[in-house]
C-alpha cells in the first residue's frame, strides 16, 4: 500500500518529552546524563555502543549495517586501536562504535577573560539525540510499523512488530532500525520550500525474519511508547559523541527550525540549518552566528560597514543530510531565533 506522506500523531505530554538531548562540555566534564546507552550486540558485553564481532564481519560490512556508509570505516577503525589490522577482526572481537570518551581536564581556581564575548572557536562536545530531522526522500525510503501481533496500541520493549518498506531495500535477519515519529513539516522560514520533516527517536527495532513481505522485528529498547504507523530508519548510534574539527571551507546558511516550543532560543537547544553534505558540511564543524551594529538601536544599513561582525552565538553540527543538518547551540551571549543567518568561518 503506498501512503502520499506522514501521519502526524499527538502524544500526551511527558515530564522528559521535547528535546531531552544530553549535552556536555568537555572543558567542565559535566557528564550527559540524559544520553541513551544501547548496546547493538545481542551479546553482554557490559559496555554502550559496543558491537560484538560475529564469523565473517568486516568494518566495512559493521559499517553499512551500523552506519548505512561502508565508507565510514576508517573512522570506525580510528574508534579501535586494539584492532591492529583491519583486515583481521574474529568473532567475539568488540569493536566501538563511538570514540572513547575524553578525560576532562583537572582545572584549579578561576579564568579571567576580557569580555564575556566569545573571542575563539567553543571547545565543546555534543552527545546526541532524541530527535533528528530527515528529508523527504528519506522519508519515502524508510520503512513503517504496519501491524503487530500484540493485543494493545502503545507497544514498548520487547514486544513484536511487523515493518513494511515501500520501496525495494536490503533487509536482513539482524539488521538494526531506529523507530521514529515524525512530529512536524519543515518549511524554511525565508524561502518558503518544504525541507522535509522534524521526528522524534522512539526506540531501536531488530529485524529477525524476512520470510514474508512483513518483516518481523522485535523493539529492543523503547524511549517512549511506539504506535503502529510509527516509521524506521537505518540505524545510528542514539549516544554518539561529536567532537569539533576545523572547518574545511566557508558556507553561510540560515537556522530553519528548532526542536523547542519556544520562540528565543539559546545554549543546548538543538535546531536544523539548512546547509548539509552536498555544501561541504560535517558533523564537528561549527556555524557562528554574527552581527555587528548597536545593541539596542537600530544602525542605518550603509552605516553597518563602520561596525565590526561580533559573534554571539556558536552552533555545532551533529548530523549531516544533503541540503540540511541537526546542531547543537553550544554558546550564546543573547538569544538566537529561526531565521537567524550564520556562518561556517574557512579554518575556524
Known amino acids: 500500500m503506498q501512503h502520499a506522506g506522514p501521519r502526524f500523531q499527538k502524544s500526551a505530554p511527558l515530564p522528559w ?20 546507552e544501547i548496546t547493538v550486540s545481542g551479546a553482554a558485553t557490559g559496555e554502550v555502543d559496543v558491537y560484538v564481532a560475529e564469523e565473517g564481519d568486516t568494518l566495512w560490512d559493521i559499517c553499512d549495517r551500523f552506519f548505512n556508509d561502508p565508507w565510514y570505516w576508517p573512522v570506525l577503525w580510528s574508534f579501535n586501536p586494539h584492532i591492529t589490522n583491519p583486515n583481521w577482526i574474529f568473532p567475539g572481537d568488540l ?96 524561502t518558503g520550500k518544504d525541507l522535509g520533516y522534524k521526528v522524534r527517536y522512539l526506540g531501536v527495532v531488530r529485524v529477525t525474519s524476512t520470510d514474508t513481505e512483513e ?46 516550543d519556544v520562540g528565543m532560543l539559546g545554549e543546548y537547544h538543538y535546531v536544523v540549518l539548512d546547509r548539509g553534505a552536498d555544501h561541504g558540511v560535517a558533523a564537528g564543524n561549527r556555524f557562528v552566528v554574527r552581527l555587528r551594529g548597536d545593541g539596542r538601536e537600530e544602525v542605518d544599513e550603509d552605516d553597518l560597514d563602520r561596525f565590526p561582525y561580533e559573534t554571539y552565538g556558536e ?23 529561526v531565521g537567524d543567518p550564520c556562518d561556517m568561518l574557512a579554518g575556524y
Do not use: C
Open 95 to 190: 569493536v566501538y562504535l563511538v570514540p572513547p570518551k575524553p578525560k576532562p581536564p583537572e582545572r584549579e581556581g578561576y579564568q579571567v577573560t576580557e569580555a564575556r564575548y566569545s573571542v575563539g572557536p567553543q571547545w565543546e562536545q555534543v552527545v546526541a539525540r532524541r530527535v533528528g530531522f530527515v528529508s523527504k526522500e528519506e522519508f519515502q525510503g524508510s520503512g513503517e510499523v504496519r501491524y503487530s501481533r500484540e493485543e494493545k496500541a502503545l507497544l514498548g520493549q520487547m514486544d513484536e512488530v511487523y515493518v513494511e518498506f515501500e520501496t525495494a531495500r536490503r533487509v536482513k535477519a539482524g539488521d538494526l532500525y531506529l523507530l521514529y515519529r515524525v512530529e512536524e513539516e519543515v518549511e524554511h522560514p525565508v
Open 215 to 260: 518483516n518481523r522485528a522485535v523493539i529492543l529498547r523503547s524511549f517512549e511508547e511506539v504506535q503502529r504507523g510509527d516509521r524506521v530508519a537505518p540505524f545510528a548510534p542514539v549516544a554518539r559523541t561529536v567532537p569539533p574539527v576545523r572547518n574545511a571551507s566557508a558556507v553561510s546558511g540560515n537556522i530553519v527550525a528548532t526542536f523547542s
Open 17 to 36: 518529552r521535547g528535546l531531552l538531548l544530553g549535552a556536555f562540555l568537555a572543558a567542565f566534564g559535566q557528564s550527559a546524563a540524559l544520553a541513551q
Open 315 to 337: 552552533i555545532l553540527v551533529i548530523e549531516t543530510q544533503p541540503a540540511t543538518s541537526v546542531a547543537a547551540i553550544t554558546y550564546a551571549v543573547r538569544e538566537l531565533a
